[in-house]
């Protein structure tokens, strides 16, 4: 860590501008992958540029029945929002996952979706959450999918000077919930072997309407398996469309073997964790028309 | 490279300091400010022994820089005891000997504290689950464990009765 320039720019202006300074600028949100990168000297940056003081860049606010959260805010205080736990209790049950407390207190969606890890916790609820981000930049604003941040593990489709400012979850339908589930080895303080994401929308007589279903962890970036979405709507998550879920999920999932699992282990706990999380977005969603 | 100059307000006390761009709030606070309650294990957030609370926030001070804490409210555990009469916790984590070298001690303590102010109390689970970030290799967990519960009942105990 050694000889850079810090900046806690207040406008987003200024920040594009320090960011585009040289290829080298490094932007700080949370700080829980930017310091121990700088640390080890995986990254040498130019300039730190910390985005959270420009306004707007921490917190949750509701929006056309949605949710806009900033980019700076904390793992910490998304599960302390009554209300975005009520509406996407999976989106925050995968972003409550990610490390110890003393790091839910930094750590931010953000920065777990522009680090780029196929197995960040985060991304998979989100990614079946259609979510969106605000990606300001030199050019102006742009709004894209979640699932277009991350390009290849460890590198993200944003250009130079490029940000994500907000991150936006559209509006809930009644009788709509999602879950998230990891497999770890332990109890906690773990990165996932396999992570499943599911975001169901279901009619009153409990009949799927819409159906996500995303994968971290089993490919070079978190995976929106739309085959295995297709195969749960229509049905009331009897064990037929489960199964039919299970093998597109499956048929998807192309995963490594290291230290943390085999390629043949993943695949086929992949599919065991995308049916436990179905059953338990299904059962949210009933409790919830 | 120019130092950078931050003001902040730590254990109630406002202070200014200078500190290199690089510098972690960590190394901040124990080389210029001389609090070196807070240790570093591991320097990459995994320990907690270098625990403090940021704007009311439990954070791992490594993985803060010093110039981040311009205008920010840090408590450390050098502002837990109430001049020489100690913190509930801190009492309870001698009468239960929940500590031996000491090292990861200040980390849990502050760690801890946050979590009596949240959740007065915390079942084992909750409190084992709060704690998982601060490692401790001496004492096997179950008496600093022991000595929490203890510490939160007799927070609890206080406030009924105040």
């Known amino acids: ?289 | 490279m120019s130092k950078v100059y931050v003001s902040s307000v730590v254990n109630g006390d406002p202070v200014e300091f200078l500190c290199d761009a690089d510098t972690s709030l960590l190394d901040a606070l124990r080389d210029e400010l001389g609090l070196t309650g807070a240790k570093e294990g591991c320097g990459t957030g995994d320990c907690g022994a270098c625990s403090i609370m940021l704007d009311g926030r439990l954070v791992c001070s490594c993985l803060v820089l010093g110039p981040e804490a311009e205008g920010r409210q840090i408590d450390t555990i050098e502002g837990m005891a109430e001049g020489s009469e100690l913190h509930p916790l801190q009492r309870q984590f001698l009468e239960h000997a929940a500590l031996q070298c000491g090292f990861c001690t200040p980390g849990l303590l502050v760690a801890s504290k946050a979590l009596l102010e949240r959740n007065p109390d915390p079942s084992e689970t909750e409190i084992r689950f709060w704690l998982a970030g601060n490692l401790c290799r001496c004492t096997g967990y179950d008496k600093i464990i022991r000595a929490v519960q203890d510490a939160a009942a007799e927070l609890r105990q206080e406030r009924s009765v105040a």
Not at chain 1, 47 to 70: L, S, T
Not at chain 1, 180 to 202: F, H, K
Request: aromatic fraction near 2%; hydrophobic fraction near 45%; proline fraction near 6%.
């Open chain 1, 1 to 289: 860590m050694t000889g850079f320039q810090y900046s806690a720019p207040v406008s987003v202006e200024e920040a594009v501008a320090l960011l585009a300074v040289d290829g080298k600028a490094r932007l700080l949100a949370g700080g829980t992958d930017l310091m121990v990168q700088m640390r080890s000297g995986r990254v040498a940056p130019s300039q730190v540029v910390d985005i959270k003081r420009i306004p707007g860049a921490i917190g949750i606010r509701q929006e056309n029945g949605g949710f806009v959260i900033g980019a700076g805010t904390s793992c910490a205080a998304l599960g302390e929002h009554a209300a975005l736990c009520a509406a996407w209790p999976g989106v925050v049950e995968g972003a409550n996952l990610i490390g110890s407390t003393q790091v839910q207190g930094r750590a931010t969606m953000a920065g777990n979706l522009c680090n780029a890890s196929p197995a960040a916790d985060s991304v998979p609820a989100l990614v079946a959450a259609g979510a969106r981000c605000l990606v300001v930049g030199p050019q102006g604003q742009r709004e894209i999918a979640v699932q277009d941040i991350p390009v290849t593990p460890g590198r993200n489709s944003l250009a130079p000077g490029e940000f994500v400012l907000e991150l936006r979850l559209p509006a809930r339908p009644a009788g709509a919930s999602d879950a998230y589930l990891r497999a770890i080895p332990r109890t906690e303080m773990d990165i996932a072997v396999v992570g499943a994401g599911v975001n169901l929308v279901v009619a009153p007589d409990g009949t799927i309407i819409e159906a996500h279903v995303a994968l971290g962890a089993v490919a070079p970036t978190v995976l929106l398996v739309k085959d295995a979405g297709a195969a749960l709507v229509g049905s009331k998550l009897d064990d037929a469309a489960l199964q039919r879920m299970e093998q597109a999920v499956s048929a998807a999932c192309k995963p490594i073997s290291d230290k943390r699992g085999t390629a043949e282990y993943r695949k086929s706990i992949a599919a065991v964790l995308a049916r436990r999380t179905a059953k338990i977005a299904y059962q949210r969603a009933g409790e919830r028309s």
